[in-house]
């Protein structure tokens, strides 16, 4: 059964390898290229940097931007041309009465089918973010935080490959058509990254809270803080905070001496007492729409030495040294979505399909 | 005696409708047997759960003397060719030989091989570009090669022009008679069934009309041709299957162990097509007088 489950899927597989190939030919070249540019231009630069820098950056943008597109869509394309039709196929067409009245039991075909094809996603998908990862090193380094790219580098792509051929070959089997079963594993994928990125990712370990204080903060640094009006909204102050260097921040809010967020009307009393400045329609410019005007240091000082004193931040953040630990969480979580999705469609080809 | 298809009270159910509905029947093994219905009578049904596709939602099914469902030891006695014969159209006639072989340890690799090169097959030929006739046959040759004791076919002709259903009826029978494998047949047209089958199942809506040898059941059936006559007045040992009226004239088809002595009748033979629609005919209008309400009344 192996073998015939290979037979099946030797055309995708090939085709698959074959562009993985070429894409690891491509990267190989540029990549090595990239990190001689690297080495030349940036490692040793140690004043005026920036021109060195860009000019780096600025060399491969076409292979950074088609990279990065293939490690956001390769998961998705796995599940929708690999997972979907894997038994919807086979229902659409008719071959399951050809494949299951073979000499092999359905549910030996069903989970040599599972395995075989989902070991190729895994290895498809591993080895493209091995490529990918590889090739942005240097970049990555210099234009972004690992939290920024943690869904498209190292091993996260590889749970998300698994996950979305899961995924598909149960809604493949549930939805017994190649294209409808298509449509919904790429809702069911979008929807699962989504809402692990905005609500489990954050909470897979308890984050960690520190305050910041506010002291001679201004517009720029580590924490932020300004007054002015949101969207032409009533004006108000401002305030926001980043965890050490490379952490994930969740959220950072403003505390007052008591510990307590302070309402919207104990900051405008506030800002009524210590900063007659900015009140009144119009004191500050108004700024553009969802735009925070940030008022600058020498006109505020005051006002915001004022409320460095009576305010201090709450930064809640993942800390960087968590980054693997949180890939590896995530990828765990994704493997053992993949696990229930196949047990599922183990269930119902072998229970519920005709 | 062995049984091909065995089944009692047997019923499936997609969502709220029955495509079968407490079916009892026994087919015998060894014989070829055509198994005739109108469309929607649940034949496909009843085969699809004799090769264990379909498991029962009422009743018990049993294919060779051992349950439809259990395994795949099971599942290498019977050689099932589903309607419109599905084979892969993407993958080649050579890798469809190559598929039977990896999924049966029955295979007989010398009998695939040589019954492709009889019916002129490309082996690298796609299974996709063949003709519809090209198609039934090597599903027909894989159906065959994993050597199983029974075949069961399900419309294998229904799809073909009269040509392509000639040739594979034929092929059929020579395999039936060098290999001496059981088969059961599924058609909706007699002449199909007339020209290979010795054996023959009626199933009106899920029930079971007439069964019987095909050479046993023509011999007990006459047609009678006479002057105009009330069938109540015929004689107990004749059955009277269909009858109809016209002016002066009377026709029936009757059942009968007894000769037809009577010398008003006219006795000719009946054929397996009038004998089958006869039961047909007979079947529906008993399970649905609804139907035939009006047409009683008049």
């Known amino acids: 059964m192996i073998r015939f489950a290979w037979l099946q899927s030797r055309t995708q597989t090939l085709v698959a390898a074959f562009v993985l190939a070429a894409l690891a030919v491509v990267a190989a070249i540029t990549g090595i290229q990239l990190s001689h540019l690297y080495a030349t231009l940036v490692a040793h630069c140690h004043t005026g940097c920036d021109l060195a820098t860009s000019q780096y950056l600025s060399h491969d943008q076409v292979m950074a931007r088609a990279l990065d597109l293939i490690a956001q869509a390769a998961p998705a394309l796995i599940g929708l041309f690999w997972g979907a039709p894997l038994i919807a196929r086979e229902i659409e067409t008719g071959t399951y009465r050809l494949a299951w009245t073979q000499g092999v039991s359905r549910s030996r075909w069903v989970i040599i089918k599972l395995a075989v094809v989902g070991l190729a996603s895994a290895t498809l998908a591993g080895l493209l973010t091995l490529t990918i990862t590889w090739w942005y090193g240097s970049v990555d380094k210099l234009t972004t935080t690992p939290y920024a790219v943690f869904d498209r580098r190292d091993i996260t792509p590889v749970g998300y490959a698994v996950f979305a051929f899961a995924a598909g070959a149960l809604l493949g089997t549930v939805i017994r058509r190649v294209l409808p079963a298509m449509a919904a594993t790429l809702g069911a994928y979008v929807a699962a990254r989504v809402g692990t990125a905005l609500w489990i990712r954050p909470h897979l370990l308890s984050p960690i809270q520190t305050t910041l204080s506010l002291r001679g903060a201004g517009p720029t640094g580590q924490a932020h803080l300004g007054v002015g009006s949101q969207n032409g909204g009533a004006v108000t102050l401002f305030a926001q905070g980043d965890g050490p260097h490379n952490s994930w921040t969740l959220s950072s809010h403003l505390l007052d001496s008591a510990g307590r967020q302070p309402t919207t009307r104990q900051l405008a009393a506030f800002l009524h007492d210590y900063c007659p400045n900015f009140r009144g329609p119009g004191a500050p410019p108004p700024s553009g729409q969802g735009v925070v005007q940030v008022v600058g240091p020498d006109a505020g000082r005051p006002c915001l030495d004022q409320a460095a004193k009576a305010f201090h931040l709450l930064v809640t953040y993942q800390p960087a040294d968590r980054y693997w630990t949180l890939q590896w969480l995530e990828t765990g979580l994704f493997v053992a979505l993949a696990l229930v999705a196949s047990a599922g469609c183990y269930w119902w080809a072998t229970h519920r399909t005709s | ?298």
């Open chain 2, 1 to 298: 005696m062995t049984m091909a298809i065995e089944a009692f009270g047997v019923g499936r159910r997609y969502g709220r409708r029955w495509a079968l509905t407490d079916c009892t029947l026994s087919i015998p093994a060894g014989r070829v047997v055509g198994l005739v219905g109108p469309n929607g009578a649940g034949k496909s049904t009843l085969l699809h759960l004799a090769v264990g596709l379909l498991e029962p939602s009422a009743g018990t099914i049993s294919v060779l003397d051992q349950g439809a469902r259990s395994g795949p030891s099971q599942l290498e006695r019977i050689g099932f060719l589903a309607q419109d014969s599905p084979i892969y159209a993407r993958l080649t006639v050579a890798q469809h030989v190559r598929m039977g072989q990896l999924l049966n340890r029955t295979w007989d690799a010398a009998f695939a091989a040589s019954r492709i090169k009889n019916l002129g097959l490309d082996p690298s030929q796609r299974a996709g570009t063949m003709s519809g006739g090209q198609r039934a046959q090597l599903a027909l040759t894989l159906a065959v090669a994993k050597r199983p004791e029974l075949l069961v076919l399900d419309e294998p002709v229904a799809a073909l022009d009269p040509l392509a259903r000639r040739e594979f009826l034929q092929t059929l029978m020579e395999i039936v008679a060098v290999e001496g494998v059981s088969v059961v047949l599924s058609s909706h047209l007699m002449a199909d069934v007339e020209r290979v089958c010795d054996y023959l199942v009626v199933l009106v809506a899920g029930r079971v009309a007439l069964t019987g040898d095909v050479d046993e059941l023509l011999a007990l059936h006459h047609r009678l041709t006479g002057p105009r006559r009330d069938v109540a007045r015929m004689p107990a040992h004749q059955l009277v299957i269909e009858q109809s009226h016209v002016d002066k004239q009377t026709t029936l088809i009757v059942r009968s162990q007894e000769p037809i002595l009577d010398p008003v009748w006219n006795v000719t033979p009946v054929t397996l097509d009038d004998l089958a629609l006869a039961y047909m005919r007979q079947a529906r209008d008993s399970a649905g007088p609804s139907s035939n309400g009006l047409e009683l009344a008049r």
